[in-house]
């Protein structure tokens, strides 16, 4: 006999709500009936008193249907019922503060936000979106590292999409304008350019070039490049770059390391190193990740990366979106694995392979675990359309 779900007392729904402890179990909860919806969208405490905690993403593939994406619970190895509506084909170019950004070919930029909580659960279980338009980020004519022909022919179209490497939002642009700056690692030289939402009318460039990722970290500024070098900058002055670390000397042989840079659940700046390989048909794969703290202490050694084989009982989530640090164990339960890596396949180089470079780094053991349980014909549809990191942050809160 099927369950009357929606004719629960309150009172039982209200108390299952205040158990959830994560944004993707109270995208499950509405998504179950038009009553545990409303119930949902009427709690705007519950919203705020996950948004003190780092949230654990969900992560976005091509769904079956044209033109949506699957949400996959890495907590619970499922897809939610509930499905992304959004009209585009190829790879999100980064994903930061709950929102996906695409490079579009005549250089402009778009920013959407999945409306993962609000949306017309009577209609159908698809989530809408919110949108916004950014200028080009530098003049077509003017680009010095226009695309080779012989990527353009091995990869068509879907190379412009990777113009734009990494992006970072500091501040939602619709819930906080103010304090939103946008910053974009673009180009075939990797340069950084940021737009203050309500201020800058045209994109700026910061000086230097070869970078790998960027972080707002306890109000700085600060960027990593090919090297593991450190630097921080102001975006009043962008013409300024200041040194904080020198380069990272590794020994390891590998093709290509790509950098990130996260703050860990206790408020510590860490560097991931990811050493990837390729072979003659660009498949690609990783054949281990390095972790760094920074070490801070001013009076002895100084400003200085450190390798740590410990994440804490934390769990970093790394790709093409800004990098994500969760506590794995403690007041929420998230049931990720503690002292892991769970990375995504990204973009290594404009030459970036296509593949499923995907799965769990054990920081402790050196091992490798392949955690996401798809079958064949879901793998076979992220080759043109790579899974991307998003926290499910809700558009209003």
């Not at 109270?26 to 969208?41: M, N």
């Not at 007041?331 to 396949?345: E, L, S």
């Not at 973009?347 to 402790?364: C, F, L, P």
Request: proline content about 5%.
């Amino acid at each position: 006999m099927e369950q009357d779900w929606a004719s629960l007392p309150k009172h039982l729904l209200d108390l299952t709500l205040g158990k959830l402890g994560s944004f993707t179990d109270y995208i499950q909860f509405g998504a179950v009936c038009i009553r545990w919806h409303s119930i949902l969208i009427d709690n705007p405490n519950k919203q705020n008193e996950l948004m003190r905690h780092h949230q654990v993403p969900v992560l976005l593939f091509p769904g079956k249907e044209e033109d949506t994406w699957s949400i996959y619970n890495i907590t619970n190895n499922k897809f939610l019922e509930l499905k992304l509506s959004l009209s585009y084909k190829r790879r999100f170019s980064g994903s930061s503060e709950g929102w996906l950004v695409i490079g579009n070919k005549d250089h402009t930029v778009t920013l959407h936000k999945p409306d993962f909580i609000d949306y017309k659960v009577e209609n159908s279980q698809l989530a809408n979106y919110e949108s916004i338009d950014l200028p080009c980020l530098f003049d077509p004519p003017d680009e010095e590292d226009d695309l080779d022909p012989e990527i353009l022919e091995y990869f068509g179209e879907e190379a412009y999409d990777y113009r734009i490497a990494k992006a970072l939002i500091t501040a939602d642009p619709l819930i906080n304008p103010d304090n939103c700056t946008i910053f974009m690692i673009f180009g075939g030289y990797n340069e950084i350019a940021f737009r203050r939402y309500k201020k800058d009318t045209e994109w700026v460039r910061i000086a230097d070039r070869h970078y790998d990722d960027i972080i707002h970290y306890k109000n700085n500024f600060y960027a990593v490049d090919y090297s593991g070098r450190l630097v921080s900058f102001n975006i009043d002055d962008p013409s300024t770059i200041k040194l904080v670390t020198p380069k990272i000397l590794n020994l390891t042989s590998v093709a290509h390391v790509k950098r990130y840079l996260v703050e860990s659940c206790t408020g510590e700046l860490l560097q991931v190193e990811r050493f990837v390989r390729m072979d003659e048909d660009l498949k690609r794969w990783t054949t281990i990740f390095k972790v760094y703290g920074l070490n801070m202490d001013f009076d002895h050694e100084g400003i200085r990366w450190i390798e740590t084989k410990s994440l804490g009982g934390a769990a970093l989530f790394v790709g093409d979106n800004s990098s994500i640090s969760v506590l794995a164990s403690g007041g929420f339960q998230w049931n990720c694995q503690p002292n892991c890596i769970y990375f995504t396949h990204d973009d290594v180089s404009i030459n970036a392979s296509k593949g499923s470079d995907m799965g769990i780094y054990n920081v402790e053991t050196g091992s490798f675990e392949l955690h996401f349980a798809m079958d064949p014909t879901t793998f076979s549809r992220i080759f043109d359309r790579p899974p991307i990191w998003v926290v499910p942050i809700p558009n209003k809160y």
